[in-house]
């Protein structure tokens, strides 16, 4: 399935841009349920999303991996009807994409400051958490310098701090 019908001017550019980009499926996902499904009630059944997904040129199975895996990484929750399922975002993924969107979405840049944010790793959380943690933080803003350490300009978000503490 094409987002681009032959007449399609949106379609066409809509297209080039996924193509030139070519973003990550997770990404996507979260973006379409952050910036389209939550504004309209923020549920959607399986079989809509493969198919909303599909016209961004997502394969189901591509569509379906990524929302196992984005159910077992905490970003979406599903409540199953029967033989169906609907999806929406956990509280935990709607304030990541909600701190990403001020970021992405913000009106007027961010004043420059001589303020950094580090994030020194910690020795005694398990691997799997510490790959949780850098992908949090790169939602964040953050980049790795070290195996050990994030940093970000600025300083860090209430709402960063608040899930660091936890």
């Known amino acids: 399935m094409s987002l681009a019908e032959p007449d399609s001017a949106i379609g066409s550019k809509i297209e080039g841009l996924l193509q030139r980009l070519r973003p990550r499926a997770n990404s996507l ?3 379409v ?35 196992y895996r984005l159910s077992q990484e905490g970003w979406l929750t599903s409540l199953s009807v029967g033989r169906r399922a609907q999806y929406s975002l956990t509280e ?3 304030n990541q994409f909600t701190a990403a969107g001020r970021r ?18 910690v020795p005694e959380i398990t691997q799997t958490e510490r790959q949780a943690l850098r992908r949090r933080l ?3 803003g953050f980049g790795q310098f070290s195996t050990t350490l994030m940093a970000c300009p600025g300083a860090v978000p209430s709402a960063l701090a608040n899930e660091l503490r936890s």
């Open 29 to 31: 996902i979260v973006t």
């Open 138 to 140: 790169k939602w964040h």
């Open 92 to 94: 935990i993924g709607l």
């Open 33 to 67: 349920f952050g910036d389209a499904i939550m504004p309209r009630g923020g549920t959607i059944w399986l079989s809509d999303l493969v198919h909303l997904m599909g016209t961004l040129g997502l394969s189901e199975r591509l569509v379906r991996t990524g929302v």
């Open 104 to 121: 992405i979405y913000a009106s007027k840049p961010e004043p420059s400051s001589d303020i950094w944010t580090l994030v020194q790793g």
